[in-house]
C-alpha cells in the first residue's frame, strides 16, 4: 500500500514570495491533515479536511495561509506572502476517520524563507 | 488548556542500556496517547498508542508505554537500546473536541533519543 505522497521535499525562497505544497493521501482515507513543524518543537495542526470539508482550521493564519482538498482527495497548502518565521517542515497525514485512527504521516516539505 | 510536556528534549545512552522517555499530559477529558518515531529526513511513524483496556502497551521493537491515569503519564521504556532506535520520538494525545465531533492530535515537543556504541 502506497504512503502518504508529498511535493516538493524541499523549497528555499524569499520573504514575500508565494509557495504551494501538495499532498496526496492513503487511498481510501477521508481524513487529511496538514501540520507546521518549526525546528526543535512538535507538529502543529494547521488545518483539518474530512472529505473535501474543513474541520478544523483553528490554527491557520487566514491572511497568509490557505488550504484545499477538492474533490477529497489530494490537497495544496498555499502561503502567500511568506515570512521568515514560516521556515518549517510542513507535515502531510492521513486517517480513516477523524476520531481515534492511527494519522499516517508524509515525509514533509522543508521550507526555507531567506 | 489541554497541552503535552516530553521533560528531556535530549537523552544519550549507551548501546544496550535501558532508556525512559517522559511524558505528562494535561486534560480534563478522556483522551488516547500515542508515541511516534522520526528517523532523520523520513515523516513520523506510529511507535505505539492507548486506546483503552490494558494500561501496558507494547511495540513491535520492543518499547513499551505505560498509561498513568492518576499521574497522567505516559512514558515510553526500552529494557535494551540499539544504535538503530537514535531518532526523535514524539508523546502526542487525541483529544475529543466535543463540539465539533472529531478528535485533535496534541503533540509534545519531542526528545532526541542518542544511543552511542
Known amino acids: 500500500e502506497a504512503g502518504v505522497a508529498q511535493s516538493p521535499r524541499y523549497k528555499i525562497i524569499e520573504k514575500r514570495q508565494s509557495v504551494a505544497f501538495w499532498c496526496n493521501p492513503i487511498?481510501?482515507?477521508?481524513?487529511l491533515y496538514w501540520y507546521q513543524q518549526i525546528l526543535g518543537q512538535g507538529p502543529k495542526l494547521l488545518i483539518q479536511?474530512?472529505?473535501?470539508?474543513?474541520?478544523?482550521d483553528s490554527q491557520l493564519p487566514k491572511d497568509r495561509f490557505s488550504a484545499e482538498r477538492l474533490k477529497g482527495v489530494d490537497s495544496t497548502l498555499k502561503i502567500q506572502p511568506a515570512k521568515l518565521e514560516d521556515s518549517a517542515v510542513y507535515l502531510c497525514?492521513?486517517?480513516?476517520?477523524?476520531?481515534?485512527?492511527?494519522?499516517?504521516f508524509g515525509p514533509g516539505t522543508r521550507l526555507l524563507v531567506l | 488548556a489541554q497541552s503535552v510536556t516530553q521533560l528531556d528534549s535530549q537523552v544519550p545512552v549507551f548501546e544496550e542500556a535501558p532508556v525512559e522517555l517522559r511524558c505528562n499530559y494535561s486534560?480534563?477529558?478522556?483522551?488516547?496517547l500515542f508515541w511516534y518515531v522520526q528517523y532523520p529526513n523520513q515523516g513520523l511513524q506510529l511507535l505505539l498508542k492507548?486506546?483503552?483496556?490494558?494500561?501496558l502497551v507494547e511495540s513491535i521493537n520492543g518499547f513499551e508505554a505505560e498509561f498513568n491515569k492518576s499521574q497522567t503519564s505516559f512514558h515510553l521504556r526500552k529494557p535494551s537500546v540499539h544504535i538503530s532506535d537514535t531518532a526523535e520520538y514524539f508523546c502526542a494525545v487525541s483529544l475529543a473536541v466535543l463540539s465539533g465531533g472529531y478528535n485533535k492530535l496534541i503533540f509534545g515537543a519531542g526528545t532526541r533519543l542518542a544511543v552511542h556504541p
Open positions: 479536511f474530512q472529505n473535501n470539508g474543513v474541520v478544523d
Open positions: 497525514a492521513s486517517s480513516l476517520g477523524t476520531t481515534q485512527e492511527t494519522q499516517y
Open positions: 486534560s480534563s477529558v478522556s483522551v488516547y
Open positions: 487511498s481510501g482515507h477521508a481524513t
Open positions: 492507548y486506546l483503552s483496556g490494558s494500561t
